[in-house]
Structure formats: structure tokens, C-alpha cells
């Protein structure tokens, strides 16, 4: 049940998966996420797609005949029918009696924890409701390619833990292909075997989620999973910035290769005062903002560059910051990844 799909238009790769992957797709706004599940599916975009499910080309037939699941952003659910009869339609469609489409319908919106809800309209359903509803009506049918665009961004934070659970157990039996938009990097990294980062309508890097969180190759993926990075030209030393400044690296890259510099909020160390020593990598800041991380606190320091450390509550309080507050920033040349891009 492998997918191998060539597209063109605004977007311009080639993607081949084995059964039983799961694929996160991640990028900025108008990467081309949205645009390539859509082509997938047969509905008209900005690309068209080349596919092969189970080696049988795909391509010239309608969406109904590919057997794909799509859950798009809005869900698309039918409104003028209940949750169960919503789930049921595409079973009814592949044949199934009315009765028996009826019993898994139900059986899939009770895995989701939406079984209570059957028998309302999507009217009188929430965001996250009508969202499993959705995700149940495409797993019910059991196709060859699941596609779902954000599947879990309405859902509140122990909901989408709840349903991260049921869709990871269901994924792990499931001998399709799933292709995953999402910008949330924990259901990426718990969900995914591979992440296809997008950019312009071209893939970035296409890894397993340990060597894109390890050594990203987009600025905003490494920002996605919360880590500081600049994109630069690689110098002796270590790394030009494309803005303002540099950096150090214990393990510089070719002078004048372009490079991506990335750094932990962990590896970034904060002063009242210029720390003795003089460091590698040190320079002034103005404390920006201060968010709350569980027991520890991410700080915003603008400068040159600007960058998020991350402390804790006892740290932060000992050095008195507050926004407007002045610091030094130190991190030392190990701290530095670079990656050639």
C-alpha cells in the first residue's frame, strides 16, 4: 500500500512512502502543506499530482475512488446529518448495510470519545467535537492514503493528549500511508516517522523527527521546536549572521558556506554584569519578554543577535528580570550547531 506521487504547479517534488508510515508535514504559511494534501486527494489547487496507491495510478480518477480519508481544516462534515450518520456515509458507500455502518460508526466516535454525541448535527457540536467526528469519519473507512490537515489544532490541551493516544495506537496498526499537517511539534515528533519540511512549494529536508530536531535545516522548523537559529555564512571561526553579528562555533563549517546556526535556549546563559572569563560568544541585551515554562521561565533578550534563553524561577528572580531590564548573554562555542544548507 505504498504511495509514490510526483507533483508540479506550485509545488515541485517527488514523494514516495511505505506502508505503515506516517509523514508529519511542516512549514510556514504557504509552504504548500494545505496545497499538497489537495493534490493528493484529487481536488483542485494550485498543483496536480502524478499518484500511485498500491501501485494502481490514481491520478485521473475522482477523489471518491482513491480510497483516501481527508479531514481538511473545517472537518467538512455533512450538517444536515448526526455525528453517526456522518461517520456511517462512507462505509455506506463501500457497500456496507445500513445497519452494520451504523455499529462502526459508533464503535469509531466511542474510541474518539465522541460516542455520547452521535445523534447531533454538527451545529450543535464545538470546534473539538466536530473535529473527531470528522477524524472518525475518515478512519471508519480504512483507506490506503489518510490525509489530515491539522487534525487536532481545535482541540484543548487534555483532549488532543486524549486523541493524540487513540490516533497514535490506531496508526501504529494501520497498514496505509498517513500524511500529517501539523505545526505542533509534539504531535510531529509523537506521531510521525518522517517530518517533510516544506518551503516555497519545495522540500526543505525530508528526516526521521530525531535528525530534523538534532540538525534542522530551515530557520523556522528549529524555531518550531523551540530552538534559536540564524541563518548565516559559515566564517573561519564559526558563523556570519545574515543580520547583525556572529557567532563562534567549536566545529566551524567551510568558510563560505551557507549555514544554519542553532542554539538551545538550555545553552544560553544570562549576567547582571559582562561575565569574567571573556567568553566566545557574549554580547548586551534588554529583556524583552518572560513567559512561563512549567517550573522554568523562557526569556526573550533583544540584541545582537536577539535570543530566548531559558532559566528558572530561582535564577530569573536572583538576576531581577523584568522587561526593559538590561543583561549580558553568553553561550559558549559548544552551544553552537551549525548545519550547511
Not at 510526483?6 to 515541485?12: C, I, K, N, R, V
Not at 489547487?45 to 496507491?53: D, I, K, N, S, Y
Not at 497514535?168 to 496498526?173: G, I, K, N, P, V
Not at 530536531?213 to 548565516?232: D, E, H, K, L
Request: aromatic share 4%.
Amino acid at each position: 500500500m505504498s504511495v509514490v506521487a510526483a507533483l508540479t504547479g506550485f509545488l515541485d517534488l517527488e514523494l514516495k512512502v511505505q506502508p505503515g508510515r506516517t509523514v508529519a508535514v511542516v512549514g510556514p504559511n504557504g509552504a504548500g502543506k494545505t496545497t499538497l494534501l489537495r493534490a493528493l486527494a484529487g481536488l483542485p489547487g494550485r498543483a496536480h499530482a502524478h499518484v500511485e496507491l498500491a501501485g494502481r495510478d490514481v491520478s485521473a480518477e475522482p477523489p471518491y475512488r482513491r480510497s483516501i480519508g481527508y479531514v481538511p481544516q473545517d472537518g467538512a462534515l455533512f450538517p444536515h446529518l448526526p455525528a453517526v450518520r456522518n461517520v456511517a456515509y462512507g462505509l455506506r458507500a463501500q457497500g456496507f448495510g445500513r445497519r452494520e455502518a451504523q455499529a462502526q460508526a459508533m464503535e469509531w466516535l466511542e474510541r474518539l470519545g465522541v460516542g455520547d454525541l452521535a445523534g447531533r448535527r454538527p451545529s450543535a457540536l464545538s470546534g473539538g467535537q466536530a473535529q473527531r467526528v470528522a477524524l472518525a469519519r475518515a478512519l471508519a473507512v480504512r483507506p490506503t492514503l489518510l490525509l489530515l490537515d491539522e487534525p487536532l489544532s481545535a482541540l484543548d490541551a487534555t483532549t488532543r493528549a486524549d486523541v493524540r493516544h487513540a490516533l497514535r495506537r490506531h496508526l501504529s496498526a494501520f497498514e496505509g500511508v498517513c500524511l500529517m499537517v501539523t505545526h505542533d511539534p509534539v504531535d510531529a515528533i509523537a506521531l510521525a516517522d518522517r517530518i517533510l519540511v516544506l518551503q516555497d512549494g519545495r522540500v526543505a529536508q525530508d528526516a526521521p523527527p530525531t535528525e530534523v530536531t538534532r540538525a534542522p535545516r530551515s530557520a523556522w522548523v528549529a524555531r518550531m521546536f523551540g530552538r534559536n537559529a540564524y541563518p548565516g555564512v559559515a566564517t573561519v571561526t564559526g558563523v556570519a549572521l545574515s543580520g547583525n553579528g556572529g557567532l563562534v562555533a567549536a566545529e566551524p563549517l567551510p568558510p563560505g558556506t551557507a549555514t544554519l546556526a542553532v542554539v538551545d535556549p538550555e545553552d544560553v546563559a544570562l549576567y547582571q554584569d559582562r561575565p569574567a572569563g571573556s567568553p566566545r560568544n557574549c554580547w548586551p541585551g534588554t529583556v524583552r519578554d518572560l513567559t512561563p515554562l512549567g517550573t522554568r521561565l523562557r526569556v526573550t533578550v533583544t540584541g545582537e543577535p536577539d535570543i530566548v534563553a531559558e532559566v528558572t524561577a530561582a535564577a530569573a528572580s536572583e538576576l531581577g528580570l523584568a522587561e526593559g531590564v538590561e543583561v549580558w548573554v553568553s553561550v559558549k562555542a559548544t552551544g553552537v550547531t551549525l548545519t550547511a544548507v
